[in-house]
T-cell receptor
C-alpha cells in the first residue's frame, strides 16, 4: 500500500548546490503535481503534469525543473538551491476526472538551504 | 488572480461545534476541497463540494455557495485530536490543480 512515495524526507543543502526530490506513485494516476508549503502561506503549486511527457508550470515555478518520462515518476529538480527554497515540498497524484477523493499527497520532504 | 481567505486561528472547547469559513475569488471553479493537516504531516482529505449546499460526513460537514464565493467547514462534537490546520482549496477548471488558502489553525481545549 505505497500510494505516493517521496524521498528524501529531510535534506540540508548549501546555497548553489543542486538536488532532485523524488516522487513515485503506484496507482497509475495520470495527474501529478508538486507543491511547496511555507509558514502562513498554504500550499502553492510549483509544477504539474497530466501524463507522461507533458508538464506545465504552476504558480511558483522559478528555480525548479520537472520531467515526466514515466507515468509513475515525477522528480523535482533544484538547479541551484537558494535559501528562499527552504520549504516543505509535497507531491500529489490523482487520476483523470473529477472525483474528489482521488488527490493523494505524499508525506512531504523538508528542505533547508543554508 | 486567485485569492482564498480563511481565518488564521480559532480556539474551541472539546465537545463544542466550530465553523471555519472560507471565501474565494478564482479565475475558474470546479470544486472546493477541505483538508486537515496535523503538524509535520501531509494534508488529508476531508470533504468536497462542487454544487451549492451541504455535504455531511460524520462529525464533519461542508457547505458551498458558488454565487457568494463562500464555503464553511463545520466540526461537531470536537475532540482533542481535531486540533490541526484546516486548508480550503479550490480546483481550477483545468485538470486537478488546486489553489490553497493559508489554512486555519484550530486549537481544541479541554
Amino acid at each position: 500500500n505505497a500510494g505516493v512515495t517521496q524521498t528524501p524526507k529531510f535534506q540540508v543543502l548549501k546555497t548553489g548546490q543542486s538536488m532532485t526530490l523524488q516522487c513515485a506513485q503506484d496507482m497509475n494516476h495520470e495527474y501529478m503535481s508538486w507543491y511547496r508549503q511555507d509558514p502562513g502561506m498554504g500550499l502553492r503549486l510549483i509544477h504539474y503534469s497530466v501524463g507522461a511527457g507533458i508538464t506545465d508550470q504552476g504558480e511558483v515555478p522559478n528555480g525548479y525543473n520537472v520531467s515526466r518520462s514515466t507515468t509513475e515518476d515525477f522528480p523535482l529538480r533544484l538547479l541551484s538551491a537558494a535559501p528562499s527554497q527552504t520549504s516543505v515540498y509535497f507531491c500529489a497524484s490523482s487520476r483523470r476526472g473529477q472525483k474528489a477523493d482521488t488527490i493523494y499527497f505524499g508525506e512531504g520532504s523538508w528542505l533547508t538551504v543554508v | 488572480g486567485q485569492n482564498i481567505d480563511q481565518p488564521t486561528e480559532m480556539t474551541a472547547t472539546e465537545g463544542a461545534i466550530v465553523q471555519i469559513n472560507c471565501t474565494y475569488q478564482t479565475s475558474g471553479f470546479n470544486g472546493l476541497f477541505w483538508y486537515q493537516q496535523h503538524a509535520g504531516e501531509a494534508p488529508t482529505f476531508l470533504s468536497y463540494n462542487v454544487l451549492d449546499g451541504l455535504e455531511e460526513k460524520g462529525r464533519f460537514s461542508s457547505f458551498l455557495s458558488r454565487s457568494k464565493g463562500y464555503s464553511y467547514l463545520l466540526l461537531k462534537e470536537l475532540q482533542m485530536k481535531d486540533s490541526a490546520s484546516y486548508l480550503c482549496a479550490v480546483r481550477a477548471e483545468y485538470g486537478n490543480k488546486l489553489v490553497f488558502g493559508a489554512g486555519t489553525i484550530l486549537r481544541v481545549k479541554s
